[in-house]
Structures are given as C-alpha cells and as structure tokens.
C-alpha cells in the first residue's frame, strides 16, 4: 500500500511558478513509478507528466514541454513537479499517482492516486 500526498498548489499569476510535490508513505517508493495528471474545470483527468522509478526517465505531453520539469528523490520519498511560465490554461487539480513498473512511465493502471492540489492561474 502506498500513501500519496500533494502540496504545492495556489494561486499565481501567468508566466509565474510552481513546484509541486508528491510525498509518499508506506511501501517501497523506489518501486514506483509516478504521473502527474491535470484535471481542468469541467474536464477529466489527463496525464501531464512521468517519471520512471529510478528516476532516470522522464516524460511531458506536448502542452508542457519546456515549461514543467519532473523530478523524483527516492531517499525523500518525493516526485517534484517544477511548473514555470504557467498560464490560465494549466488551472485545475493536479494528482499524482503511482504504479509499479519498469524502466520508463506512462499514464495508464495507475495503483494508487493522492487527492489532488489546486493550481490557479490568473491575472
């Protein structure tokens, strides 16, 4: 069983950041892999951003690509999602979300989902 819990979130400005982390508790992190997903108001959950277990691996959806950097320190138990240069569009709630996998990451059969942080941006 793994625990995930998000912070990070608030209320910025467009072209200002976020980082955004993932806390996890309660099994073995390094086994992980980790996804970010953005659910936009009104909208369903997409995948943003993943990051493969050992932390080697690293992806980004086209709409974030070169603003949003992930990271993941397995001592720390933490996924860092870096946002810069954040716009209105990025608004919403992000998840992580954890399975066990192998050398790189995806967004699909997700195990285990934390309960969101709210991202606002607006001017």
């Known amino acids: 069983q793994l625990r995930l819990v998000e912070s990070g979130g608030g209320l910025v400005q467009p072209g200002g950041s976020l980082k955004l982390a993932c806390a996890a508790s309660?099994?073995?992190?390094?086994?992980?892999?980790i996804s970010w997903f953005h659910q936009a108001p009104g909208k369903g959950r997409a995948g943003v951003s993943c990051?493969?277990?050992?932390?080697?691996?690293?992806h980004y959806v086209d709409s974030v690509k070169g603003r949003f950097t992930i990271s993941k320190d397995n001592a720390a138990s933490t996924v860092y999602l870096q946002m810069d240069n954040l716009q209105p569009e990025d608004t919403g709630v992000y998840y992580c979300?954890?399975?066990?996998?192998?050398?790189?990451?995806?967004?699909?059969?997700?195990?285990?989902w934390g309960k969101g942080t709210q991202v606002t941006v607006s001017s």
């Open positions: 990051v493969s277990r050992r932390g080697s691996y690293g």
């Open positions: 979300a954890a399975k066990r996998d192998g050398p790189m990451c995806d967004y699909s059969g997700m195990q285990y």
């Open positions: 309660g099994a073995a992190f390094r086994d992980y892999a």
